[in-house]
């Protein structure tokens, strides 16, 4: 559990890989923008950073969170990357849908996961509320969006 004002996004850049060799996939959900954009910044960033090529980010959107499956999995079926990255934000509402999606989204990455020598790197915020979710993209909490880039990182170089 995160603890108040630390910033979990932290990297030592000396003891990551140069990944200027490696393709990334990032696909990205439209639904809660202002979330997942702070998100898909810090994933980006992160990658570069750690010397990636921008033309080697590929970058598709597409509508929700629940659609992230899909839009992973025809990534990873048109095999041009060598790690894709999930970015979404659920946002905890009145009813059940929330239960559900979060479920949802999180078997169906597990069985990407699974079913593709390819990683896919989990990155969907699941919160009770907005405040939570921008303190996770880029707030006091710092950006998970930088954590999912520096997990993809690892899984594309483990071996």
């Not at 003891?15 to 810090?42: A, C, H, M, Q, Y």
């Amino acid at each position: 559990m995160a603890t108040e004002n630390k910033n979990l996004s932290n990297y030592d850049k000396n003891t990551i890989p140069n990944v200027k060799d490696f393709r990334f996939g990032i696909v990205v959900s439209e639904w809660n923008d202002d979330v997942t954009e702070g998100l898909f910044k810090g994933a980006y960033d992160t990658l570069t950073d750690c010397g990636a090529l921008s033309e080697n980010i590929i970058r598709w959107n597409v509508p929700g969170s629940f659609e992230l499956i899909f839009g992973a999995k025809k990534m990873h079926e048109q095999g041009e990357v060598d790690v894709v990255i999930v970015i979404g934000s659920l946002i905890k509402g009145e009813t059940m849908h929330f239960e559900y999606v979060c479920e949802g989204v999180t078997q169906g990455i597990k069985d990407l996961n699974l079913m593709y020598d390819v990683p896919t790197i989990f990155c969907l915020l699941t919160d009770n509320n907005k405040q939570q979710s921008l303190d996770r993209s880029g707030g006091k909490h710092g950006n998970k969006g930088v954590e999912a880039a520096i997990a993809a990182i690892k899984m594309v170089t483990l071996g």
